[in-house]
């Protein structure tokens, strides 16, 4: 969907989502991820390592290996190439965002 599972209102509210990871995926720009997607991204962004998929584990994913046949409506491209635009482009605070995901210090 090209957009992060964190949502709230303010920025600093999806800052504390981002902390205390609490993820959102029943907005609407999720409603017509798979649920294998979800998945995999839920298990990427587990807060505690000790209980992260590895690497390797995602790689094997259902939704990443090729077992999972994605339905029409999972397949709305421009819809997330602009979504991962605006993201993008929006303002400095996404990109700090994505730095603290990566593990990055900003």
Known sequence: CG???FYHDTKEGVYKAIK???LDMDTPSW???SPEAKNFVARALVKDPKYRA???ELLEHEWLSGTHIPQRNELKLNEVSQNIK????ASGFQKT???ILAGLRV
Do not use: G
């Open 86 to 89: 605006t993201f993008y482009s």
């Open 54 to 56: 590895s690497a390797q």
């Open 31 to 33: 409603q017509n991820v």
């Open 20 to 22: 205390r990871n609490q």
């Open 3 to 5: 957009k992060p599972p």
């Open 97 to 99: 965002v994505v730095s």
